[in-house]
Every structure is written in C-alpha cells, then in structure tokens.
C-alpha cells in the first residue's frame, strides 16, 4: 500500500501541471484511493460462503479473461482485474463532452502522458454540469455520459469495480479486454484511435474466448459475433454522417446557415439509419435513429467506433489472428503522425460496415 501510495502522490504532482484546480485534483485522488483501498483479491471474494451464483460465475470468469488476454492476446495484464472493489455508487464517473456548434474539433483538456483529451471525467455530475454550462455559454454542443470503468493505463492494478458485475457475461468480458488493451497501447493525443481500437479488441477478443469457454455455437459466442457485425455497420454509418458534417462545416456560409443545413444531416443520417436497421429492432444501436443528436453526442460515439472496418481488414490481412493484428497495430502505430493512417483502406465496397454503404450527404 505504501508503493500505491507514493504512486499516488506522484502522478497527482505530475496532474498538477494539467491545469486543473486544486479541488478537481483532490476529489480524483480521494476517489482514486478509495477504489484502491477498497481492493480484495478476487481469489478471497470467491473463497467466502455466500456469494451468489451468477456473481461467482462473472468472477471466475474475469480470472479465465485475466489469462486469455495475457496467454491468448498478450496483453499487458499485470495485476490488473485479479482484484474486486466494491463502490457503492450508481455511477462512477460523469464524462462532459464539449464541441463547437458549427465545427467537429472538440474541446479538449490536456493531462500529462496522454495529451489533449476530448472529454473530463467528474465524480460529481454538478460539477460536470456547471463546466457544461460555461462551454455553452461559448458556443460549445456539450453532453455528460455516465462512465462505469476506466483505466489507469498500467499506472495501477486496476480492480474489477463492483457495479460492473450488474453486466451480462458478453459486455463485462468485452469492458475487461478493452481496458487491458488500454494498459498494452495508448497513443498519446489520439483518443478515438486508442478508444476505437480497445473496442476492436475487446469485442474481436469476446469472439474468441467464448467459443473456447463454452462451445462455437453457445448463446455468448453467438452474441459476441452478433455484436461486432452491428459496431462495424454502425461505425460506417457513423463515417458517412461525419464525413457531411465536416464538409458542411467547411463551407463559406453564415453560421445560422450552417446550423439550418446541420439539422437536415441529422435528419437523414437518422433516417438512413432507421431504413438500414428495418425489421432489426433490437440491434444494439437502433436507438440512434430516435435521439436528439448535436456534435457533442455523435463526437461520444464516434470516439469508439471510428474507422472499425480498417482494423478488421488489418485483422483480415493478419491471417484473423488477433494477437499478430494487435502487434501489427502497435508497429504501424508507433512513429505515425495519425495512427490511422498507418492502417489498410477497408476493402468492402459499399457491404454494411464501411461508409460508403450510406448515402447520408445526398439521401432524400
């Protein structure tokens, strides 16, 4: 405790230079602490009398996901996830999300080791509301998300927070591998690249341990397949939609004018969007079609879903094998300027899952 302690002190020190106040650094490091201090090994929860059979079952599962991604991915496990930290709290973290009206370069924050992030993380959503209504005032789209994990990026042995056991099997063992990709490869300034490739693999990773755990055709290997089909296509819905808006951005037109013709891509994009997903209701994203979209919402989802296509076909080009495409991402990734840039153009045509399968900019 005594190192997690000096680890503590010394990240907070280095937090100081980001330019938050004193009272958002020590509410961070008070939480932080908190979840540390409340650490039991996963091994002692599992050894107690009374703990309930589906909960028992997620724990040993999240020790079999710890050896896959270590064994299986090689991942950069570390002690992460061997323990369980219960937090009573509904939701840990209030995320903010702040992006010109008229423009798609968001507001960002600047933290030491990771650079400029478009998003802040609150403990307290009043305090997530009050920096919301201040970049509002500016002119800024802005959204608050409940977050219920994060990682430390290695910096701690992350535990298994208590709320995430309220997950069904697929998404906790999805939450977990996308957290430990976290811990193995970060590209500092590039957080749709690091959030979109932890989502490539943790659910190209749920598609592979489940089958091994219960069988190709069990009802958690089918549903990891179904669930990365439907990202992709979203995700090449979510390029299309994107590609008009920056374009209109772009144009030389007033900015009342700009904001007129947004809503009018919204209201295709979502029309698109419903007309793809006809008769599929309960896709995992069919609740896209109904929102009330801005660019704070769609920079929320675009951050984990940008440009999926292109590492399945780095996926592809690597034989399906995840473990050499999560080496491959890391070598291309390592000098690129946009790491991006440094993967293969997606190869499928106008197929559902790459953006030229919707036609959001001229669609009627």
Same mark, same amino acid.
């Given at each position: 405790m005594v190192a997690t302690f000096r680890r503590s002190l010394w990240a907070i020190l280095l937090l100081g230079l980001c330019g938050c106040s004193p009272e958002y650094l020590i509410r961070a490091a008070y939480e932080e602490g908190r979840i540390l201090w409340r650490r039991t090994p996963i091994t002692t929860v599992l050894a107690e009398d009374g703990v309930a059979p589906d909960v028992r079952r997620k724990l040993e599962m999240v020790l079999e996901l710890r050896d896959f991604a270590a064994d299986g991915l090689r991942l950069n496990v570390g002690g992460s996830y061997s323990?369980?930290?219960?937090?009573?709290?509904? @939701?840990?973290? $209030? @995320?903010?999300?702040?992006?010109?009206?008229?423009? +798609?370069?968001?507001?960002?924050?600047? +933290?030491?080791? *990771?650079?400029?992030?478009?998003? =802040?993380?609150? +403990?307290?959503r009043n305090d997530a509301s009050k920096e919301a209504d201040s970049l509002a005032a500016r002119g800024h789209d802005t959204s608050i998300r409940p977050a219920g994990a994060f990682s430390t990026l290695g910096w701690f042995d992350d535990p298994l927070l208590g709320r995430l056991l309220k997950l069904d099997r697929l998404r906790l063992a999805d939450v977990v591998l996308h957290e430990l990709l976290h811990n193995t490869l970060f590209v500092p300034g590039s957080v749709a690249f690091n959030e979109s490739l932890a989502n490539f693999v943790g659910k190209r990773g749920a598609i592979e341990f489940f089958p091994r755990r219960h069988g190709p055709q069990s009802p958690e290997a089918r549903a990891a397949r179904r669930a990365w089909r439907e990202e992709v296509e979203f995700s090449g819905m979510m390029m299309e939609l994107v590609k008009c808006?920056?374009?209109?951005?772009?144009?030389? *037109?007033?900015?009342?004018? =700009?904001?007129? #013709?947004?809503?009018? *891509? +919204?209201?295709?994009?979502?029309?698109?969007?419903? =007309?793809?997903?006809?008769?599929?209701?309960?896709?995992? $994203?069919?609740?896209?079609?109904?929102? =009330?979209?801005?660019?704070?919402?769609?920079?929320? #989802?675009?951050?984990?879903?940008?440009?999926?296509?292109?590492?399945?076909?780095?996926?592809?080009?690597?034989?399906r094998d995840l473990p050499r495409a999560i080496e491959a991402v890391r070598k291309v990734s390592r000098d690129a300027g946009d790491p991006f840039d440094a993967l293969p153009a997606s190869s499928g045509g106008g197929t559902p899952g790459t953006a030229s399968a919707y036609a959001v900019c001229n669609a009627s």
């Open positions: 323990a369980y930290s219960h937090v009573d709290r509904p @939701v840990l973290l $209030h @995320v903010l999300t702040a992006v010109p009206k008229t423009s +798609f370069e968001p507001h960002t924050w600047w +933290f030491p080791f *990771v650079g400029r992030i478009p998003y =802040k993380g609150y +403990f307290d808006l920056r374009e209109l951005y772009r144009e030389p *037109v007033p900015e009342t004018e =700009k904001l007129r #013709r947004r809503e009018e *891509v +919204f209201a295709r994009g979502q029309r698109q969007w419903a =007309k793809a997903l006809d008769g599929r209701p309960d896709h995992r $994203h069919a609740s896209f079609s109904r929102r =009330k979209l801005d660019n704070a919402v769609i920079l929320q #989802r675009l951050l984990y879903v940008t440009d999926l296509a292109r590492f399945e076909e780095l996926y592809r080009r690597e034989g």
